[in-house]
């Protein structure tokens, strides 16, 4: 789902010169610039998911030839796409001809040890993989490949459900998403031919997705590594080449330098905060004046946020001769908060449980690139603030590394504070979460009031109209948001009806600090619901094609319509489980078709037992997402 400006590629300027009437052509190349970014949705499990990009495309609206907007170089970095929850990684901003694109290519490495899957340190009950452990290259199955072995590379090519326009001398965006929680993305398996061994099926096509940038502002970028090469001669803009770290980490850790290049700028209004890893000094600066002479050559990190025209700031800056004293920070999942002994334990780029002590001095940051001030402002200093902190939260740490206490955090950068697990007391105010994890010490219950009414809160995706106050919207279906005035009365009638017929209603929130509904704690911008399961239950009635719906009795008494979507693209997925002569059969009903929904009405009519994946709404309804029925079966006792 890709966010677009739309514009008209002019094909020549035409002019009239002095003392003729013959028109003049120019023969200018007429181009715009693509922000060329990767992002992903969160999960739980995995520590690392390592991937190599090898080049991005998009073709032109009709055909033709492919314009590349971005070339790894050699060898190849791995991004760990763990790192990217809710956050955007540049590719780069290369320039291209102005033109209508309607399909881009994502073309991945697909040779053995190409995906490198680390489990996380503390992953879900159940989980197919240890612990920690690294899968073993000849246990994960790298789904449609091509080419010859050593040179196997993965083509995904998608199409843009809205064509990405890229207008003259303007800027536009190409966010490409990896759904890390889609169902198909990694698949566990154990081959009858395999002795036992799990097999880790890693399949692109599908998990690949658009994602909509409505509004370039918003966006939360990572911390960006780099080479500077030069600063501007007016001082306000410094350029780097974008370095990459080596997977898996080397001691001292190294870079690897591409050939793509960015532009970054001082904040001219707030000031930068400067850090000289070297020297352990650090100083606001509003342009690169005093460091121009002396920061060129040395690697850099920096966070940064997008100026609607597609300009980087940087808000914090850090630099050092050594790439491994900028590198030296820390990134991933918060694992376990340990206020009792002033300490955090973060997940590193290797999967690993790292800790990092916080001391007095120890800064805050939470990132809100729409807001320059807040974004460059502490939220939080020293140990206290642990108790605003929750595993989950993705962040990134400094630390210095000529500090006599190791691991010791000078600040730490919350780059998303994601809540999630079951929904419950929703009212007018505020709702709460309720989350548990393997390790019981982790586990939280939170209660979240509602941003106010007048907060800014993004632009309608459908419409493009402003958002303020809270806004909800069911999982799969981003577009469709509920906001406004009744969407907190919406939200909260959904939630409840869930809890009372039964459901276990679950979803997540990006909480954002010190809105003025909650002052110096986290609220609720939003919230999304996600499919759970319905106890298996008879249909109380069959299925009825002309409402596309049929209903349970769930909580004893309560008759609760189930409805089923036929739309394609948005259908519901429907199975047909047959038992009959001590043989299961599992037939998928595609419901977008006429035969389908006749097959569905034929065979789901009373006392059938169905198994329903759904979503509680606000009308009273359970939204199906999958549903199962089973047929050859006497009652509804089927497990």
């Known amino acids: 789902m890709l966010g677009v400006a739309a514009a008209a590629w002019m094909l020549a300027l035409m002019g009239c010169s002095s003392g003729s009437s013959s028109p003049v052509v120019s023969t200018q190349p007429q181009n715009g610039t693509v922000n060329v970014q990767i992002s992903d949705d969160p999960t739980e499990d995995w520590a690392q998911i390592g991937v190599k990009v090898l080049s991005i495309t998009i073709t032109p609206q009709g055909g033709g030839t492919p314009v590349t907007l971005f070339t790894a170089g050699s060898p190849v970095p791995t991004i760990n796409l763990l790192q990217l929850d809710q956050l955007n990684e540049i590719m780069g901003t290369p320039t291209v001809p102005a033109n209508t694109y309607t399909t881009a290519t994502v073309t991945l490495s697909g040779n053995p040890g190409d995906v490198t899957l680390v489990a996380s340190a503390d992953p879900e009950v159940g989980f197919a993989a240890a612990a920690g452990s690294t899968i073993p290259s000849n246990q994960i199955q790298i789904l449609g490949t091509q080419g010859t072995a050593g040179n196997l590379t993965v083509p995904v090519k998608l199409t843009l459900d809205t064509p990405l326009v890229v207008p003259v001398s303007q800027s536009t965006t190409l966010n490409l998403d990896f759904d890390l929680a889609h169902p198909a993305f990694i698949v566990a398996h154990v081959p009858p031919s395999g002795g036992g061994t799990t097999m880790w099926a890693v399949n692109f096509n599908g998990p690949i997705r658009h994602r909509h940038v409505h509004n370039l502002a918003e966006l939360i970028l990572r911390h960006h590594y780099g080479t500077v090469t030069a600063v501007s001669s007016d001082n306000t803009t410094l350029t780097f080449d974008k370095d990459y770290p080596v997977y898996p980490p080397t001691n001292p850790e190294t870079e690897i330098t591409s050939s793509n290049t960015l532009n970054v700028e001082a904040d001219s209004n707030y000031g930068t905060l400067y850090y000289d890893v070297d020297a352990g000094t650090s100083a606001i600066i509003k342009d690169f004046s005093t460091i121009a002479s002396t920061i060129v050559g040395r690697y850099i990190r920096v966070a940064a946020r997008y100026q609607e025209n597609g300009t980087l700031i940087a808000v914090r800056l850090w630099a050092s001769n050594t790439f491994n004293n900028v590198w030296v920070s820390p990134e991933g999942h918060v694992l376990h908060v340990e206020a009792a002994s002033d300490t955090i334990v973060v997940e590193n780029e290797l999967g690993l449980p790292t800790a990092l002590t916080v001391g007095a001095n120890t800064l805050f940051f939470f990132r809100v690139p729409t807001n320059a001030q807040a974004d460059a402002t502490p939220i939080g200093q020293g140990p206290a603030f642990l108790?605003?902190?929750?595993?989950?939260?993705?962040?990134?740490?400094?630390?210095?590394?000529?500090?006599?206490?190791?691991?010791?955090?000078t600040s730490i950068d919350i780059e998303i504070a994601r809540f999630d697990g079951t929904i419950s007391n929703s009212n007018l105010t505020n709702f709460t979460y309720t989350r548990t994890f393997h390790t019981a010490s982790d586990n939280y219950t939170?209660?979240?009031?509602?941003?106010?009414?007048?907060?800014?809160?993004?632009?309608?995706?459908?419409?493009?109209?402003?958002?303020?106050?809270?806004?909800?919207?069911?999982?799969?279906?981003?577009?469709?948001?509920?906001?406004?005035?009744?969407?907190?009365?919406?939200?909260?009638?959904?939630?409840?009806?869930?809890?009372?017929?039964?459901?276990?209603?679950?979803?997540?929130?990006?909480?954002?600090?010190?809105?003025?509904?909650?002052?110096?704690?986290?609220?609720?911008?939003?919230?999304?619901?996600?499919?759970?399961?319905?106890?298996?239950?008879?249909?109380?009635?069959?299925?009825?094609?002309?409402?596309?719906?049929?209903?349970?009795?769930?909580?004893?008494?309560?008759?609760?319509?189930?409805?089923?979507s036929t739309t394609s693209g948005a259908a519901s997925l429907v199975y047909q489980v047959d038992w009959s002569g001590g043989v299961f059969t599992i037939s998928p009903v595609d419901i977008t078709t006429t035969a389908g929904q006749n097959t569905l009405t034929t065979n789901l009519v009373a006392n059938t037992p169905v198994k329903v994946f759904g979503i509680a709404q606000a009308n009273g309804t359970i939204k199906c997402y999958v549903l199962s029925y089973f047929t050859g079966f006497a009652t509804a006792t089927t497990n």
Request: hydrophobic fraction near 40%; charged fraction near 10%; include cysteine.
């Open 446 to 564: 939170v209660t979240l009031p509602y941003i106010v009414s007048a907060s800014a809160n993004g632009s309608d995706p459908e419409s493009g109209s402003a958002i303020s106050g809270f806004k909800w919207w069911n999982f799969a279906f981003p577009t469709v948001v509920d906001s406004g005035e009744n969407a907190i009365n919406d939200f909260m009638n959904a939630t409840n009806f869930g809890a009372n017929v039964g459901l276990n209603v679950v979803g997540e929130t990006y909480a954002t600090w010190n809105d003025p509904a909650a002052a110096g704690n986290w609220a609720a911008p939003s919230a999304v619901l996600d499919p759970t399961p319905v106890p298996l239950t008879p249909a109380a009635t069959g299925y009825n094609n002309a409402t596309t719906s049929f209903t349970l009795v769930l909580n004893g008494t309560q008759v609760v319509p189930i409805d089923l």
């Open 387 to 409: 108790s605003n902190l929750y595993r989950g939260f993705k962040v990134h740490a400094s630390c210095d590394p000529l500090s006599v206490t190791p691991n010791q955090a």
